[in-house]
Each structure stands twice: as structure tokens, then as C-alpha cells.
């Protein structure tokens, strides 16, 4: 069994700062990408960052020069850390990671979401 648990979300004043964690755990073999996404009220969820395994990171242009993600491979774990937060930047903000089980002998991997932590940016 598998699981992706975010934490950290919360409400912050515009131009504050937040660092949300992303947590895999269970039966991994491997992780390859991860990734942060976040979907606001009422519009589709979007990807915000990514982060391979090697240390290759890609950013949003919307987040470009304000969030930083990072990952600790030997805790199975990333972050995002959001600076410089703006009111639009309000909304779940979602992991996702790509796992190869250890159960899977076909060495196979899928994607395994988290269950979103919820992020507010007031003016």
C-alpha cells in the first residue's frame, strides 16, 4: 500500500509565506517525478512545479521567482516553499507522485495524488 499525505497549508497574509510537505509512504520501490498542482474555486487544477528524481525542477510562469520546490529522496518526501504569497495564489494545493511499488514486480510505476492542503492568501 502506497499513500501521498500533503501538510502545511493554511491562511497567510499577502506577501507572506508558506511551505507546504509532500509525504510518500508504504511499499515504494522508486519515485520518480513529483509533482505540485493546485486547483482554485471554480477554475481546473494546474500544474505548479515539478521535480525529478535527478534534480531537474520546472516551475509556472504564475510562480516563477516566488516558490521553490525541493526534495528529500532519502525521506520520499518534497516541498514547496511559496514566498511572496499573493490572493491568487488561494486554493488546494495537491501532490502527486509518480511510485513504482515494491509489490509490483512488473516494475511498473503509477501516479498517486494526495488529498490536497488547503492555502489562503489574504489582502
Known amino acids: 500500500q502506497v499513500q501521498v499525505a500533503e501538510s502545511g497549508g493554511g491562511l497567510v497574509q499577502a506577501g507572506g509565506s508558506l511551505r507546504l510537505s509532500c509525504v510518500a509512504s508504504?511499499?515504494?520501490?522508486?519515485?520518480?517525478?513529483m509533482a505540485w498542482y493546485r486547483q482554485a474555486p471554480g477554475k481546473q487544477r494546474e500544474l505548479v512545479a515539478t521535480?525529478?528524481?535527478?534534480?531537474?525542477?520546472n516551475y509556472a510562469d504564475s510562480v516563477k521567482g516566488r516558490f521553490s520546490i525541493s526534495r528529500d529522496n532519502a525521506k520520499n518526501t518534497m516541498y514547496l516553499q511559496m514566498n511572496s504569497l499573493k490572493p491568487e495564489d488561494t486554493a488546494v494545493y495537491y501532490c502527486?507522485?509518480?511510485?513504482?511499488?515494491?509489490?509490483?514486480?512488473?516494475?511498473?510505476?503509477?501516479?498517486?495524488w494526495g488529498q490536497g492542503t488547503q492555502v489562503t492568501v489574504s489582502s
Open positions: 521535480a525529478t528524481s535527478g534534480g531537474s525542477k
Open positions: 508504504g511499499s515504494i520501490f522508486s519515485i520518480n517525478r
Open positions: 502527486k507522485a509518480e511510485i513504482t511499488a515494491s509489490t509490483n514486480f512488473l516494475r511498473t510505476s503509477r501516479d498517486y
